[in-house]
């Protein structure tokens, strides 16, 4: 477990399916906020075109701001910005930092995905990213990850850096304890979440008492 007494307890980061039916995507989601704390929501919409993006968006983005929820689109500043996002979340390949700080402006957040590698956080980290994201640290649903993670890249991270770490990649409620206690400032989650046999208030109520759990665990170490 990371050594700062003043960090803060980890917060759930949900991520949308890439494909999905809005309305009723906009019932899941609400349900997602009656089961507790959520600090963001990305949209991920994958082989879609710009004006459906724009359109889930302007839908979406209300629920998140009603419960105090920062709201991202995945990969693209411009539509970001045109639908008056949150900030965007960059993937290695998706796009660069600079132009997305040019077309956003200071007051939005930008979070780059960095796969295992310290050196890529800090890299983004000089660029002026937000947060970094590493993953994936166990085997997905949503897709398949170029890189596996280990633990140790968070301990470090978290003890070195006070730019905010993601832990992604095939979370659940079930194993997500070790990525508490080795430092994670969020747990991005989507299939977790929207495929939870309960549903997804569920889903959110058992991470969050995941969460609560591993983090008043002082004494453990990560597994």
Same mark, same amino acid.
Not at 13 to 42: M, N, R, S, W
Not at 66 to 81: K, P, T
Not at 140 to 163: F, P, R, V
Not at 194 to 213: C, L, Q, R, T, Y
């Given at each position: 477990?990371?050594?700062?007494?003043?960090?803060?307890?980890?917060?759930?980061?949900?991520?949308?399916?890439?494909?999905?039916?809005?309305?009723?995507?906009?019932?899941?989601?609400?349900?997602?906020?009656?089961?507790?704390?959520?600090?963001?929501?990305?949209?991920?919409?994958?082989?879609?075109?710009?004006?459906?993006?724009?359109?889930?968006?302007?839908?979406?983005?209300?629920?998140?701001?009603?419960?105090?929820?920062?709201?991202?689109?995945?990969?693209?500043?411009?539509?970001?910005?045109?639908?008056?996002?949150?900030?965007?979340?960059?993937?290695?390949?998706?796009?660069?930092?600079?132009?997305?700080?040019?077309?956003?402006?200071?007051?939005?957040?930008?979070?780059?995905?960095?796969?295992?590698?310290?050196?890529?956080?800090?890299?983004?980290?000089?660029?002026?990213?937000?947060?970094?994201?590493?993953?994936?640290?166990?085997?997905?649903?949503?897709?398949?990850?170029?890189?596996?993670?280990?633990?140790?890249?968070?301990?470090? /991270?978290?003890?070195?850096?006070?730019?905010?770490?993601?832990?992604?990649?095939?979370?659940?409620?079930?194993?997500?304890?070790?990525?508490?206690?080795?430092?994670?400032?969020?747990?991005?989650?989507?299939?977790?979440? /929207?495929?939870?046999?309960?549903?997804?208030?569920?889903?959110?109520?058992?991470?969050?008492?995941?969460?609560?759990?591993?983090?008043?665990?002082?004494?453990?170490?990560?597994?």
């Amino acid at each position: 477990m990371t050594d700062n007494p003043m960090r803060e307890r980890p917060r759930l980061y949900l991520i949308t399916p890439a494909h999905f039916t809005l309305e009723t995507f906009k019932d899941a989601l609400k349900a997602a906020f009656e089961g507790g704390d959520i600090a963001c929501v990305q949209l991920r919409m994958k082989e879609t075109g710009d004006d459906q993006v724009l359109a889930a968006a302007k839908a979406l983005m209300p629920i998140a701001h009603a419960h105090d929820a920062a709201f991202l689109i995945n990969d693209r500043a411009d539509l970001a910005a045109q639908a008056g996002a949150d900030g965007v979340h960059l993937g290695q390949e998706d796009g660069d930092l600079a132009e997305a700080r040019k077309i956003l402006g200071h007051d939005k957040d930008i979070g780059v995905t960095c796969h295992n590698s310290r050196h890529l956080a800090f890299e983004a980290g000089e660029a002026g990213a937000d947060y970094v994201a590493f993953g994936a640290f166990f085997p997905s649903q949503t897709k398949i990850a170029k890189t596996t993670a280990d633990l140790e890249t968070i301990q470090i /991270w978290a003890d070195i850096s006070e730019i905010p770490c993601v832990a992604i990649g095939g979370i659940t409620a079930e194993n997500c304890a070790p990525l508490v206690k080795a430092g994670a400032d969020f747990l991005a989650v989507s299939d977790a979440i /929207w495929s939870h046999e309960n549903g997804p208030k569920a889903a959110v109520s058992a991470f969050n008492a995941a969460i609560d759990a591993a983090f008043s665990s002082k004494d453990a170490s990560p597994a």
